[in-house]
């Protein structure tokens, strides 16, 4: 069993638990739903990732231990009121402390150098262990003597977003107002974000391209796919101006530019061509069971916009890792 938890401080709305706070039932109450309110998971994670784990149990009876505890470094706010909507209803529902005893506490800070870098990213947390045994790891070398195919299974449908940027401290990334799709052999995934890693980190023959941006989506079984683009020097990128023009330079939560749109569509190559393959996250913890499309044609971005991402994140890339035992398809 793991379990996760986050510090909440006071401070700016938030927005993410704003239909949260505003529901809270006055008193001990059996579930319900609450019409036309969702909640959107993936902004319950503070922007940067670093956190501690340690091996525990449940705070409430009956304690069972077990537990894999991730504790995130960084808070997430409130603000008074929706602080005091809880308080009203609910005060001091909080366990004392533990001893730790002889148990360890591990720092999952991670990096892309020294001690805290790829080859050292399974021994960082207990949770991370995938990074090290897994056996479907990405990213990987493409030879193309495999070539490529169409992705005649894969269609698209996407829209606009705002302009949601952040810098996690290991990327810049783009989170997208929902809305845009895809569907990979019948099955449906919604686009949640986009992000940036120089160079790339698949290669092809061994070479990297400057920059590759990963299109992370996830379907209802919380299934993910990710499609990657090469980017390489060449004409300004019209649809990633706005992009490299906010480009945040220090770890910053999310932001909504004023004004400022992303023409999701425009973010492929003109073919969707490439190659496929059964692989995993490329940070920590290195989850498996992700579907890769890598796809063969390029997009290009001026020198002035490949300089302005990476005068803040250069080799911000996991190196390839063995293809063992998968097959590498092209098309899906």
């Known amino acids: 069993m793991r379990g996760s938890d986050t510090d909440v401080d006071e401070g700016d709305e938030n927005d993410a638990?704003?239909?949260?706070?505003?529901?809270?039932?006055?008193?001990?109450?059996a579930v319900s739903t609450i019409d036309g309110v969702t909640l959107d998971i993936t902004n319950l994670v503070p922007a940067i990732t670093?956190?501690?784990?340690?091996?525990?149990?449940?705070?409430?009876?009956?304690?069972?231990?077990?537990?894999?505890?991730?504790?995130m470094?960084?808070?997430?706010?409130?603000?008074?009121?929706?602080?005091?909507?809880?308080?009203?209803?609910?005060?001091?529902?909080?366990?004392?402390?533990?001893?730790?005893?002889?148990?360890t506490i591990h720092g999952a800070h991670w990096s892309y150098e020294g001690e805290a870098g790829p080859e050292n990213w399974g021994e960082l947390a207990h949770a991370w262990g995938t990074c090290e045994e897994g056996?479907?790891?990405?990213?990987?070398?493409?030879?193309?003597?495999?070539?490529?195919?169409?992705?005649?299974?894969?269609?698209?449908?996407?829209?606009?977003?705002?302009?949601?940027?952040?810098?996690?401290?290991?990327?810049?990334?783009?989170?997208?107002?929902?809305?845009?799709?895809?569907?990979?052999a019948g099955k449906a995934y919604s686009l949640l974000q986009f992000h940036f890693h120089a160079?790339?980190?698949?290669?092809?023959?061994?070479?990297?391209?400057?920059?590759?941006?990963?299109?992370?989506?996830?379907?209802?079984?919380?299934?993910?796919?990710?499609?990657?683009v090469f980017i390489t020097e060449g004409s300004e990128n019209d649809t990633l101006k706005g992009v490299f023009s906010n480009l945040p330079v220090t770890s910053t939560p999310v932001s909504t530019v004023d004004g400022e749109t992303v023409d999701v569509a425009g973010l492929l190559p003109a073919s969707l061509m490439g190659w496929s393959y059964a692989g995993s996250l490329t940070t920590p913890p290195c989850?498996?069971?992700?579907?890769?499309?890598?796809?063969?044609?390029?997009?290009?971005?001026?020198?002035?916009?490949?300089d302005s991402f990476t005068s803040i994140f250069s080799d911000n890339f996991r190196p390839v890792q063995s293809l063992g035992a998968r097959t590498l398809t092209a098309g899906n």
């Open 199 to 228: 160079g790339s980190e698949h290669t092809r023959d061994g070479a990297q391209a400057p920059i590759e941006m990963h299109m992370v989506h996830q379907a209802a079984d919380k299934s993910l796919a990710v499609l990657g």
């Open 287 to 306: 989850s498996e069971g992700v579907s890769w499309m890598v796809m063969s044609e390029d997009i290009e971005a001026s020198k002035a916009q490949i």
């Open 135 to 184: 056996t479907e790891q990405s990213p990987i070398d493409i030879d193309t003597a495999t070539a490529p195919a169409d992705f005649s299974s894969l269609s698209t449908t996407y829209g606009t977003s705002a302009l949601n940027i952040l810098n996690n401290g290991h990327t810049v990334q783009v989170n997208v107002d929902a809305g845009s799709t895809i569907d990979v």
């Open 50 to 71: 670093d956190a501690w784990t340690y091996d525990g149990s449940l705070t409430t009876p009956p304690c069972s231990e077990g537990v894999n505890w991730i504790v």
């Open 73 to 103: 470094a960084e808070s997430m706010e409130v603000s008074a009121a929706q602080l005091k909507a809880f308080t009203d209803v609910i005060e001091d529902n909080n366990r004392p402390t533990q001893s730790l005893e002889a148990r």
């Open 17 to 29: 638990l704003k239909d949260v706070f505003s529901n809270i039932p006055a008193g001990e109450a």
